[in-house]
């Protein structure tokens, strides 16, 4: 039998890659490596076939071989900053992407991962672009146009509530979030040429939701039916999939009719048990809070007997109001130091790609946190890392949580807004001798309560990266400066310093809370949606009733 060369044995290699037995491909390509080991191309594959088996650190060490084979191999360059960006190595990505680009200005993808480097950094102009680049070289480049799509859809989210004025260009949505349509319409069509491309169902499932919020209600349906066609029966993504379809039902008043069935399963739901738990359980929290120090506490026999009711709409009354009654009573901060080793792995990756990213900006991590004073809205031990930046103004925390069952009521408004997940939040804060703070986070529009006065937090967009949220945070820093000349902003280059601010910036909230009569009407209408003339004046009520009990 003829012995094969080479090149036959590559072919064989590429076949196998492409054919999906990638276990296989490694074997063929380690035999070629191990005949030629100065090949700067066959590492170069071992790197590309080790990538697909999901072994990124095994993945830098290959391209590491291969730039030292080869410095000028473009792509090598553009893998190690992609690498980067997931995490693994220590490299400045955006150094290599340009060093790529210096060598093969034609690579396309080079361009994209620029764009996304660029866009993480605010330089919006630069990266719309880089983007436009990479298209003009490769028009097939499907990620570009989901990339453009995402910045499309960042730069269409308008606000929340009714701080945007109404107006032709402007979408309301059910839960108070407003778009800019031709921002969505842009959205639609970058989708709409990604999957011509290449059908992906993720980015179908993207397109589903800008459909429907656009009002193409039964476009939205359709793309909606094609995902589930492909999604297997027992994927848990499944049942929240259908959730999202079910509100482009009957020309969009799914949602609405969805909200309300929710919340009366939630009310019929509730046994006899349950019920008496619940006021047992809000009571023995609210004991808990005062033993603490927390301020507004009501004492065991005020609890049990003005707070536990058998009507169900009292029950939901009763859960609403307490919740709305600790925002202006909350405990004071108590973050005792932990070690990240004890914490879940989804925390301590957030954690850690934090670290990452925001080192890159000149923060320097203060330390790992156990915030004792949220145990009892906290589903279990949650990892907080505190940050400090080279400005000496600002510091940071991030932080991953697991969700705690919040109630029916809670569940339905975060069910809908598709926010029932694990939060990673980075929220970065800047305090000022004048008695106002800044507070900048990526929470999302999911909460309906806002603050005034000393306190101006603004909740972006979960997908804005930390990089995104410190730019945007030095800006409001500016504007602060501008509209108040004799604040100066306060040292905050210490632990001490940060958690004595964290003291100062819970009592500025409760003030505010307390300066409103605990909830504002909008706050409440958005959180009660529908059901808000049925249970307004019960929640009222008994937020009254709270306060009487307070003293």
């Known amino acids: ?7 036959e044995r590559l072919e064989r290699f590429a076949l196998e890659l492409r054919s999906g037995d990638i276990d296989r491909a490694l074997d063929l390509i380690d035999a070629l490596i191990e005949e030629y080991p100065e090949q700067a191309p ?5 790197a590309r076939t080790l990538r697909a088996l999901g072994r990124p650190a095994e993945t830098l060490l290959e391209i590491e071989r291969v730039l030292a084979l080869k410095p000028d191999y473009a792509q090598a360059w553009l893998l190690r900053a992609e690498l980067a960006l997931e995490g693994e190595g220590s490299s400045d990505p955006q150094a290599d992407v340009r060093r790529a680009i210096e060598l093969d200005p034609k690579l396309a993808r080079a361009h994209l991962v ?8 605010e330089q919006r102009q630069a990266a719309a672009a880089a983007l436009d680049r990479a298209l003009e070289l490769d028009p097939r480049l499907s990620e570009a146009y989901v990339e453009r799509a995402r910045m499309h859809r960042l730069g269409a989210m308008l606000g929340f509530g009714d701080e945007v004025p109404d107006g032709p260009d402007v979408i309301r949505t059910v839960s108070g979030q407003r778009w800019s349509r031709q921002g969505l319409e842009q959205t639609r069509v970058d989708l709409e040429q990604a999957l011509a491309l290449k059908n992906h169902p993720q980015v179908r499932l993207q397109l589903a939701s800008v459909l429907h919020y656009l009002g193409a209600y039964d476009a939205a349906l359709a793309a909606f039916d094609a995902v589930l066609a492909v999604t297997p029966s027992d994927d848990p993504e499944r049942a929240t999939i259908v959730d999202m379809r079910a509100c482009s039902l009957d ?3 799914g949602e609405r009719e969805q909200m309300a069935r929710l919340l009366e399963q939630g009310l ?10 619940l006021g047992h359980d809000m009571a023995a929290s609210m004991i808990r809070s005062a033993a603490a120090g927390v301020r507004g506490g009501l004492s065991l026999d005020q609890s049990m007997t003005q707070f536990v009711s058998e009507d169900p709409v009292d029950v939901l009354a009763i859960d609403v109001a307490y919740k709305i009654h600790a925002l202006a009573h909350e405990a004071e901060p108590c973050y005792v130091t932990t070690s990240i080793e004890r914490y879940p792995r989804f925390m ?3 954690a850690e790609r934090v670290t990452r990213i925001l080192g890159a900006q000149g923060f320097r991590v203060i330390g790992d946190y156990e915030p004792e004073h949220l145990a009892e809205q906290l589903a279990g031990p949650t990892l907080v890392r505190i940050y400090a930046a080279a400005d000496g103004v600002t510091c940071a925390a991030s932080y991953s949580i697991e969700p705690k069952w919040p109630g029916w009521l809670a569940w ?3 069910k809908l807004r598709g926010q029932w997940q694990r939060p990673a939040v980075v929220e970065l804060e800047t305090a000022f001798d004048d008695g106002g703070f800044l507070i900048t986070n990526n929470a999302g529009s999911g909460s309906p309560f806002g603050y005034r006065g000393k306190v101006d937090l603004s909740a972006l967009a979960a997908e804005l990266t930390p990089a995104m949220l410190h730019s945007r945070h030095r800006e409001r820093i500016e504007r602060y400066r501008r509209e108040h000349p004799h604040a100066t902003a306060l040292r905050l280059d210490s632990e001490d310093k940060i958690m004595a601010m964290q003291q100062r910036i819970t009592e500025a909230k409760c003030q505010f809370r307390q300066s409103i009569g605990l909830v504002e009407e909008n706050e409440l209408r958005l959180l009660l949606g529908a059901h808000y003339e049925r249970l307004a004046p019960r929640v009222r009520e ?6 009487a009990a307070a003293g």
């Open 1 to 7: 039998m003829a012995q094969t060369t080479a090149r």
């Open 114 to 121: 620029l764009a996304r480097l660029l866009d993480g950094s």
């Open 42 to 46: 066959l590492h170069w594959h071992r």
């Open 542 to 547: 008994k937020l009254r009733q709270m306060a």
């Open 268 to 277: 019929l739901e509730i046994s006899a048990r349950e019920k008496a738990t």
């Open 251 to 253: 020309g969009g008043r």
């Open 348 to 350: 301590r990756e957030h």
């Open 412 to 414: 339905a408004w975060l």
